[in-house]
């Protein structure tokens, strides 16, 4: 069978620990593993023990199989003690154990800044081990490649950098497309600001926000960039594409009285249709007291649409939608992403979608990364999805050549979305 496998080369260069206090158990993952082509295996019977192999092998191990309950030290405890100790193996684990607990293990084991490649219920299948070898490597790609650096490696812009950028509109829109899940279609685009340098290599936002909103630079970035996006709206008008944009409302911007007045303005003065424009708001912004109530309710007054951002990631979400009259619902990553796979966080994300619709409100799947997000997203009837899955952010002329690609690319996946996932 080993020779149908494909090699696992990469797998072998560190090789296999596999860490479970039942013998007959080991041995048959590690039949298994070899049956599959890996050959470079360690053995340990308990927590305490792995933490031994791994200090006396060369190199630590590409990844670790571990069972969660074991003698002497549990699978928890050591997962805890191998990333303290810096070890970033990638993990596999195996249990027998209730759904509802092995998704707690594996958020902890991502919260340690390990990757955790499969959790296999036991018995555990050969098919089932080949496939969490074969996400080997992947996990620490797409996702981790956009991770933002440390702000130590990224030096912060100055202010009087960022006063001269917005001064010389070189602050510009970059845009996310927001896409319907049931046509595949663009419906509009988050707006997410982009510095470009005079040699035109861009810097990221991580660089210069929080120079806006402590210098008192974020009402003028927040201008800018409605500026910038109602150029693009009447653009893509010109082609025949009707989008809407979204854009980030800051909540230090509520002190500032006369934003408001100039964003409803500026939109009048564009004759721009003020619903295709939409102002995204966090639940911590909704926390700066009656000022914030008071510039969104003002915005919906004049025909602009509201949007709650990173739903589900605090305590007062559900508060938050009882007290403003959002149009739109944009659920977190963090429920979002892999709940095909997770029954308790498809639970959650199966309900705020059912408890946006009966709002009333547009559903938002955030996060969206890989084709079985989409497909549960588009199952459970969310409306839009935004994600790297689509498209990361792009610059407006990128837009249109991306989204007719995606288009292409998911328009023949469609008819299979109703299948159960």
Known sequence: MASEEPPFERVNASGVLVVEDSLPQRMTLVAMLRDLGVHAIEEAAHGQE???????????????????????MDGVELLHRVAAAGYRPEVIIS???????????????????????????????????????????????????????????????????????????????????????????????????????????????ARFIDVAERCGLMPRLTVAMLASSLVALRKWDSRGLRLSVAINLSPVTFSDRKLADDLIAQVADAGIDA??????????????????????????????????????????????LSKVPFSELKIDRSIVHEAWRRPARRTILESAIDMGHRLGMVTVG?????????????????????????????????????????????????????DAV
Request: glycine share 6%; hydrophobic share 45%; net charge negative.
């Open 50 to 72: 792995a933490l031994h192999v791994m200090q006396a092998m060369d190199r630590e191990p590409a990844i670790m199989l571990v069972d969660l309950e074991m003698p002497v």
């Open 95 to 205: 249990s027998s154990r209730e759904a509802m607990l092995l998704e707690s293990v594996e958020a902890m084991v991502s919260e340690l800044g390990l990757t955790v490649l499969a959790t296999l219920h036991k018995p555990v299948t050969e098919a089932a081990l080949r496939t969490a070898l074969l996400r080997y490597g992947a996990a620490v790609s797409e996702p981790a490649l956009r991770a933002p650096r440390a702000r130590g490696h990224l030096p912060e812009a100055s202010p009087q950098a960022l006063a001269q950028a917005l001064d010389e509109a070189r602050i510009v829109p970059w845009f996310q497309p927001k896409v319907d899940l049931q046509t595949a279609m663009p419906r509009g685009a988050e707006v997410l600001a982009r510095w470009i340098e005079c040699d035109g290599s861009v810097i990221e936002p």
């Open 275 to 320: 619903s295709r424009i939409t102002f995204e708001v966090t639940e911590t912004a909704m926390t700066k007291g009656p000022e914030a109530l008071k510039t969104l309710l003002r915005l919906k007054l004049n025909g602009f649409a509201l949007a709650i951002d990173d739903f589900g990631t605090g305590f007062s979400s559900m508060q938050q």
């Open 366 to 418: 955030e996060g969206v990364e890989t084709l079985e997000d989409w497909q549960l997203l588009s199952q459970l009837g969310c409306d839009l999805a935004q994600g790297y899955f689509m498209s990361p952010p792009v610059s407006f002329d990128e837009f249109v050549p991306v989204t007719t690609r995606l288009h292409r690319t998911l328009r023949d996946r469609l008819p299979t979305q109703t």
